[in-house]
Nanobody
């Protein structure tokens, strides 16, 4: 497991942008997969985006595709989530997650695929 620390959350008006960062302690192995999930009040945690550490391959939830971009900086051990054209329905606590050795049992869109989690960053989008 690795320790993950998110930053960059805040309050923004609809249509605005925010960038979340997730710094990982320790060295991430090439097989690592990083992801962002979010959880709104009264709702289940949902997948947002994922990136493979070695190849940079990305995948997005349909609700954010075209608006959000996940990226990674290998030298800084950091994953980013650039969020543009934000909507009130994007309001949630955003969590960074990591899987060092993905077994393939669970889809990368499932939170069960990840074994390390950050504490979360609040993102609030006002109408």
């Amino acid at each position: 497991q690795v320790q993950l620390v998110e930053s960059g959350g805040g309050l923004v008006q609809a249509g605005g942008s925010l960038r979340l960062s997730c710094a990982a302690s320790g060295r991430l192995v090439s097989s690592a997969i990083m992801a962002w999930f979010r959880q709104a009040p009264g709702k289940e945690r949902e997948f947002v985006a994922t990136v493979r550490w070695s190849t940079g391959y990305t995948d997005y939830a349909g609700s954010v595709k075209g608006r959000f971009t996940i990226s990674r900086d290998n030298a800084k051990n950091t994953v980013y989530l650039q969020m543009n054209s934000l909507k009130p329905e994007d309001t949630a606590v955003y969590h960074c997650a990591a899987s060092l050795f993905h077994s393939g049992i669970y889809s990368l869109r499932s939170d069960r695929a990840y074994d390390s989690w950050g504490q979360g960053a609040q993102v609030t989008v006002s109408a």
